[in-house]
């Protein structure tokens, strides 16, 4: 992660429809918002779809019923000599370049062509044991999306990446997500189980899940951008605005200040308010050089500048140097 901060990722999946204009277009946007990584994914519409399979629920809202689900992600997976291009202009915009690989060939292409902080794993890919066994004979980091899975195949897919530095995304593979589906607790749960850092890859409306799971001590988030939520594609709907992002960015960034740090920090303000608003020993009568002055003769009262209270018995019984008027602070030194 940047600078122990929460690690932000744009995903942009496939929202730009297919066009390198319009990923290269997304990159160039996202940079100048905050964003620590722009995210892509990578595939092969034949070596992850079987002449059985079939669309999700909620790409049957958006798309059509007749095409087939290898033709429409043909449409929208680009080349992959577009990556090393996309990879390029991150590297020059000064974003992280990260991206979800499908099926093995296209991760082996990525993994060679490129660099990356993490190398993920997308929540569809956790029982995917060819490229699970292909990763963990890496060194690469590694962001383990869980969606749809329960904790029994979690650690099947934890057993098998042992010897990666992983980062288990709580995820509601949901597009998009309700409210009451979030369960972000859960996040708290799997950090607990596996002893790993965990973040939020989120499909949920607006961004106020990244900011309770920014307080909640998530590491990254990962959350889907789109120029325009009407366009069609599975993912837009469920995604922010750059607008939005931008926001949410703001949103977590503050949430990370008002965090702070795990001690007790007296800011320059609570010192000078300290002295202010605390209170001293003070002489309730005036007392003449040579008396003994008793607890009974002294009050607490504002300023905090003189004798804590915790510490009347500094004075108490001893003997006055000089004539101190009352309702003023006594000092150690006026007395013997």
């Known amino acids: 992660m940047k ?4 690690y932000i990722i744009a995903e942009v999946g496939p929202n730009h429809q297919g066009s390198l204009k319009l990923a290269l277009k997304y990159i160039k946007e996202l940079s100048k918002i905050g964003v620590d990584a722009v995210k892509f994914q990578i595939g092969i519409a034949q070596e992850h779809y ?51 690989a499908f099926d093995l060939k296209s991760l082996k292409y990525i993994y060679k062509n490129t660099k990356f ?62 409210i009451e589906e979030i369960n972000l607790n859960f996040m708290k749960k799997l950090k607990e189980i596996f002893k790993c850092p965990v973040g939020l890859s989120d499909h949920s409306p607006g961004f106020l899940a990244p900011v309770i799971a920014t307080s909640l001590g998530a ?31 703001k949103l977590v960034r503050e949430t990370e200040l008002i965090l702070g740090q795990e001690k007790k920090i007296l800011s320059k303000d609570e010192k000078l308010n300290l002295k202010a608003v605390r209170k001293s020993c003070v002489s ?44 003023k602070i006594l000092k150690l030194k006026n007395f013997n």
């Open 117 to 178: 902080p993490f190398i993920k794993i997308p929540s569809g890919e956790i029982q995917s044991v060819d490229t699970l066994r292909y990763i963990s004979k890496k060194k690469n980091k590694v962001l383990l999306s869980t969606g749809m899975s329960n904790i029994k195949e979690i650690k099947k897919a934890m057993k098998l990446l042992k010897k990666n530095d992983v980062t288990l995304l709580h995820c509601v593979s949901a597009y998009p997500t309700k």
């Open 3 to 6: 600078n122990n901060s929460v």
């Open 219 to 249: 590491k990254v988030i990962e959350k889907h951008v789109t120029f325009n939520k009407k366009s069609k594609g599975p993912d837009h709907q469920s995604s922010l605005s750059i607008k939005e992002f931008k926001q949410m960015i």
């Open 50 to 100: 079987s002449l059985d399979a079939f669309k999700p629920k909620y790409q049957l809202k958006s798309r059509s019923r007749k095409s087939s689900i290898i033709e429409e992600a043909r449409k929208r997976l680009l080349r992959h000599e577009d990556h090393l291009k996309l990879y390029q202009e991150c590297k020059k915009k000064n974003v992280d370049y990260i991206c979800s």
């Open 284 to 327: 309730n009568r005036n007392i003449k050089k040579g008396d003994v002055i008793k607890k009974s003769d002294i009050s607490f009262k504002r300023p905090g500048t003189g004798i804590s209270p915790f510490l009347i018995s500094k004075i108490a019984n001893k003997k006055a140097k000089k004539f101190i008027h009352k309702d």
